[in-house]
């Protein structure tokens, strides 16, 4: 019981600090965001026609 508290918290403490740095880089005009995988999606030939 203790230990699945422990992994609990841990992930808990995981989540507040992602939530904390995206948080942080969503303040700053310099970062772009591209998300990883199947999801990224770039149109690099529409400035073309």
């Known amino acids: 019981f203790v230990l ?3 992994l609990d918290l841990i992930e808990l403490r ?3 600090a992602a ?3 995206a948080n942080q880089l969503s303040k ?3 970062i ?3 998300p990883h995988g199947p999801q990224m ?3 690099i030939t ?3 026609q």
Do not use: D, P, W
Request: glycine share 14%.
């Open 19 to 21: 939530e904390g740095i």
């Open 46 to 48: 529409g400035g073309m």
């Open 14 to 16: 995981r989540i507040e």
């Open 4 to 6: 699945i508290f422990m």
């Open 32 to 34: 772009v965001y591209l």
């Open 41 to 43: 999606l770039l149109n």
């Open 28 to 30: 700053s005009r310099n």
